[in-house]
């Protein structure tokens, strides 16, 4: 017999020897238990994966309507700073415009003022004037007396 013969018979003896104690039913379990945590592994993976894209989706949405408020806020701002620069326009207007008024009033305050002070001078002159031509003219006693009736009562005309 030769050496190849006994090597057979001996991997022959070990393969029954395998097989009578069950060796191919664990393979397979061990196999088996394995190929089910590859599937469970497979779908904890594809749980976490549409979980993953749910909450992508999600802060997705959250990011819209983020970006929606902000623009809104800034519309809203922008509307409020035009409307508070229109009310601030206007209420410069209306300042500048009384101011305006109060300078004309007081121009034209002073005007009639200066006219009423030139009208004083002017007739406090003639006053003057008639007194020394009517001193000049009536001389005497009596004349004087007429002179100062005269002056009193155009004084009081004038004033």
């Known amino acids: 017999m030769d050496a190849e013969f006994f090597v057979a018979l001996g991997f022959v003896l070990f ?6 104690l069950g060796v191919h039913s664990k393979l397979g379990a061990a196999l088996d238990g394995r190929i089910d945590k590859i599937k469970s592994e497979l779908a904890e993976a594809a749980r976490l994966r549409a979980e993953a894209q749910a909450l992508m989706q999600s802060f997705a949405a959250k990011t819209a309507e983020a970006e929606a408020q902000a623009a809104s ?4 701002a922008k509307a409020e700073a035009e409307a508070m620069s229109k009310e601030a326009q206007a209420r410069i207007e ?4 009384r101011r305006t008024k109060q300078a004309q009033d ?3 305050q002073a005007e009639a003022q200066a006219t009423a002070d030139v ?6 002159a003639a ?11 009536a001389g005497g006693p009596d004349g ?5 009736q005269g002056i009193a009562s155009v004084k009081a005309l004038v004033n």
């Open 144 to 148: 004087s007396i007429f002179v100062d």
């Open 127 to 137: 006053v003057k004037a008639a007194e020394t031509v009517l001193k000049s003219s």
């Open 106 to 108: 007081k121009i034209a």
């Open 119 to 124: 009208r004083s001078a002017a007739a406090d």
């Open 73 to 76: 806020i800034v519309a809203q």
């Open 15 to 20: 393969v029954m020897l395998l097989g009578y």
């Open 94 to 97: 209306e300042y500048v415009a």
